[in-house]
């Protein structure tokens, strides 16, 4: 859609990407559950993930991430900084329009009225933070292309990583994979932002070929 092409350095990103993820499982379950693994998950309140639904919303949740990038550069290439706000007002209010919709079937705006004093502190303080890096992105997609900025904005699994280990310690999966992972993860985002030319220096010139390959 943007007339960019996949070479070899973004296939091997992009592998990197999906393998990071699927070496970030509970570390148990590569083997046997250690006595003091299987203690805390007997204790009232322990939190016991549902991989497999887990699994299909995180990968909805990506497929929406990763064609929105696109519909914003497609909207604001070549365009002013307050076009990208415009543009994110826009795109806030659509979705406002859409969860509306939603908020009608019944049950449903009943049950967020439910959300008790703590919960809705948080979702508000999410939905804070989350428009303001939304309106950051926006601007970034502006100035630079989405090969560049996508990337960089993968920086959020380290953030997320940690943040989670400081806030909510008691209710996520850390361990050696966790932190393989997201290592792993990283370094398929900086891969795909690497140029041939950047890397050509460091590697045999047999090689040469096969990084200008692209496709189409």
């Keep these: 859609v943007l007339g960019e092409t996949l070479t070899l350095l973004r296939i091997l990103g992009i592998a990197l990407i999906l393998l990071g993820p699927s070496l970030t ?5 590569a083997g046997g ?3 003091k693994a299987a203690d805390s998950k007997d204790k009232v309140g322990a939190f016991r993930p549902r991989y497999a639904e887990g699994y299909t919303f995180a990968l909805l949740s990506a497929t929406g991430y990763g ?3 696109i519909f914003v550069r497609l909207g604001l290439e070549g365009r002013s900084l307050g076009s990208s706000i415009a543009g994110g007002l826009i795109a806030y209010l659509a979705a406002t329009a859409l969860m509306s919709l939603v908020l009608l079937w019944p049950g449903n705006l009943r049950e967020a009225r439910a959300v ?13 933070t989350v ?9 970034a997609l502006t100035l630079a ?17 940690y943040f ?13 994979r966790v932190v393989l992972g997201t290592i792993i993860s990283l370094a398929g985002a900086l891969v795909i932002s690497l140029r041939a030319d950047m890397v050509a220096p460091l590697l045999p010139e047999a090689m040469a070929p096969l990084l200008q390959w692209h496709w189409p």
């Design 145 to 161: 292309p989405v090969t560049v900025v996508s990337p960089i904005n993968r920086l959020t699994i380290v953030f997320r990583l």
């Design 131 to 139: 428009c303001i890096s939304q309106m950051f992105f926006y601007m």
């Design 164 to 176: 989670s280990r400081l806030l909510n310690p008691h209710h996520e999966v850390f361990g050696g």
């Design 33 to 35: 559950k250690s006595k």
């Design 67 to 69: 064609l929105s990038p």
């Design 25 to 29: 499982l509970r570390e148990g379950n």
């Design 116 to 128: 008790n004093v703590e919960s809705a502190k948080w979702f508000t303080l999410s939905g804070l």
